[in-house]
């Protein structure tokens, strides 16, 4: 009923720049945080930057300064600006949102999805 697209994903050389995009789509009734995570070969899942629906961000040490987690409140897209890339950003980068999808009973149903992935590698 509610999905999430993420778009953006390629390969770019080192110092590049890369800007990732995620709509969500369905039965909205409204979204709380939304983010992005990211998973290389033989590791966990890792945070990369979340935003709230009010604004706040988080981000991990690794991406501090480098990228940026703007976010459409009114169009139900985040994205994430990726700038000064190295080569242990590759990884698939994942879309997530904690969205309250619409119920016909019961108003909303809070719900953590998650997007399919979009693969960023970055060369050296």
């Known amino acids: 009923q509610v999905q999430l697209v993420e778009s953006g994903g390629g390969l770019v050389q080192s110092g590049g720049s890369l800007r990732l995009s995620c709509v969500a789509s369905?039965?909205?009734?409204?979204?709380?945080?939304m983010g992005w995570y990211r998973q290389a070969p033989g590791k966990e899942r890792e945070l990369v930057a979340t935003?709230?629906?009010?604004?706040?961000?988080n981000y991990a040490d690794s991406v501090k300064g480098r990228f940026t987690i703007p976010r459409d409140n009114a169009e139900n897209t985040v994205y994430l600006q990726m700038n000064s890339l190295k080569p242990e950003d590759t990884a698939v980068y994942y879309c997530?949102?904690?969205?309250?999808?619409?119920?016909?009973?019961?108003?909303?149903?809070?719900?953590?999805?998650w997007g399919q992935g979009t693969q960023v590698t970055v060369s050296s």
């Open positions: 369905g039965r909205i009734f409204s979204i709380n945080a």
């Open positions: 997530n949102a904690d969205i309250n999808v619409a119920d016909s009973k019961l108003g909303f149903l809070p719900t953590n999805i």
């Open positions: 935003k709230t629906s009010g604004g706040r961000t």
